[in-house]
């Protein structure tokens, strides 16, 4: 099974609070904020990672595992995608693109070259980038492609390789399954990290993962030395046959309104219930 | 002069209140531009759905009665035609609306602003305002594209209320797609409660890793929920380690809330978590440790064992 996972590079998520805004409002600056992987990113690629390798046999690989980033072509988003290889994928491919000429409308258009390009059996992504929050390239992806969207996994199973996929979505309301015919779209749900999340009909069945509590794994030692040796392929837009052209202009940005007030500690079971009845009336 | 079209969403053949959240942009966006709207009502029971939203001012209310369960494909053709005769399409930003809105913008070539806040007129023409950063900067957004698609956030909006009259309802032609021959649908596990839903509360109550274990939820914070009359919540590490069920997470990935009280217990307020609730008007952290983030947002604070803590908070909630 092939798969192609689509890497960001986001400002680091865990401290958006720090970021700021140009003084004329047309930028976010995310000056000493380090460029991570986008956290949702992280998590496709380990269940990408699982589905294609025997998690019994020291996760020996049994697929390909495909990245692909746009942005600059910078040390960033260089190192990201060497730490997705040094997490087990097989090769990088970097699209180089301005940020500014990028939305999700450029980016399903740039995705669906290169899955022409690569012919994969399945597209596994973040539903969202934690920078834009948008959670529209994945499907906008599938809606190209004439392939089926599955978003917000939770649970992905296949016993031939991927041609077919029973999948668990996660949705407002519970929980819907669905058996896919590929190639498909995935996005994942934070669930996808959990011990029993994937089987992919190599791994045993009654395999189970570590526990993960933040994003996918870690690199090895080893994986890390590999990840120096694995090519990553460089092309541009034009390579590509793609002239971007956004669907969107920001035209302003802002800092939202800190929340007003300080916090008030309370002492007891008795002040809280005071405060909430008598001051600020919600109870 | 926009012509704007809302999405119903519909669960077990009723409106959700999601869509009336859509209405109020969409009135808004109609308004603005001196446009109107119309409601298309699309899944199994639409025709029912449709006679609940008769009254709501939409010029007509359109309906696709499409059996089975929701997939993808099976909408958004229909969608994507209908769509074609208007100049914005609206849903809520719900897991319906968040994955049906995208395909049917790209099948329209169209730009898609998701989750928007706001709703402002430029020069006649809507223009948005949507979180970023999980929440942490909010942007101006103008498609440029001449069909807008956009998804609402549901904390941002009222619910629409019926002003009366009474819509023309019409059958409108299913469309359809090969990749829907891809996707069977093979069931889907509603969860059911009698309390309000976490979107929609007034009061929310929400509980963390530190509760330790599904026991403490019904234990612990579920006779509190009650209390109140609130609907219950919960941060990522709680859904992840399977005390409640995962539609249950409140923040950036999780549902997106805004009551008059936000209770959180034993949640130290990661900013991820913070992305979904911070907009809430009061908000209470029950913690043992002081310098836990949620204080960044915290109007009252009680520093206390939550499991001393919460049973003497409900006794003393009873009382009132």
Redesign the interface.
Known sequence: MKILVSIKRV?D?????K?K?SSDGTA?TSEGLEWKMNP?DDWSLEAALRLTENAAEKNARVGEVVLVSIGPNDEHTQRIIREGLAKGAERGILVEADDANL???VV?QILKAVVDKENPDLVVMG??A???????????L???L???????A?KISTNDDGKTL?VKR?????????????P?VITT???I??PESVKNGITPADHQYAKL?VGGRYASLKGIMQAKKKPIDQMSLGDLGIEAK???????????PA?S?D????E???D??D???NT?K?? | MAKVLVVAEL?EGKTRK?TLCAVTAAKQIAEGTGGSFDILSIGEGAGAAAAELTGYGAGKVLKADIPG?????KY?PTVAEIGKGYDVIVACA???G??LL??V???LD??????IAAVHTDAGKP?YTR???????????????GKHVVTVRQSEFDAATESGGSSPVEDVAIAT???????????????KSERPEL?DAD?VVSGGRALKSAENFTNVIEPLVDA?GAAMGAS??A??AGYV???L?VG????VVAP??YVAIGISG???HLAGM?GS????AINKD?EAPI??????????DLFD?VP??TE??KK?
């Not at chain 2, 829907?180 to 889907?188: H, R, T």
């Not at chain 2, 950036?252 to 549902?255: E, F, I, L």
Request: proline residues 4%.
């Open positions: 400002a998520p865990d401290n958006a609070s970021l805004v976010v949702f939305d999700s409308n399903s539903k969202q934690a920078d834009g929050d948008s959670n529209v390239a994945g499907t906008k599938a809606a190209r004439g392939w089926p969207i599955i978003n917000y939770m029973e996660e949705l407002d309301t519970g929980v819907a399954t669905v058996k896919v015919t590929g498909a749900s934070d669930r990290l959990q509590e956004v669907a969107l202009k920001y035209t302003k940005f802002e800092l939202p929340r007030g916090t008030t500690f309370v007891s079971v008795e809280l219930v405060k909430l009845h600020a919600v109870i | 669960l999601t369960g929701y997939v993808c494909e958004g719900s897991a319906f968040k994955d995208p395909w913008a790209a099948k169209a730009g898609m602003a998701s989750e223009r979180p970023m950063y999980a929440g942490n900067v909010s942007g101006n957004v103008e498609i440029l594209t797609d090969p990749a829907a021959d891809k996707v069977e649908f093979i069931g889907v596990e509603v969860m979107t009061v109140l990522r590490a859904c992840d069920s995962p539609e997470q950036q990935t999780g549902k008059k009280l990661a900013i991820q911070k008007k009061t908000i209470v002081k204080a960044q947002v915290a109007d009252y604070f009680l520093v206390a803590a003497a908070l003393e909630v009132l």
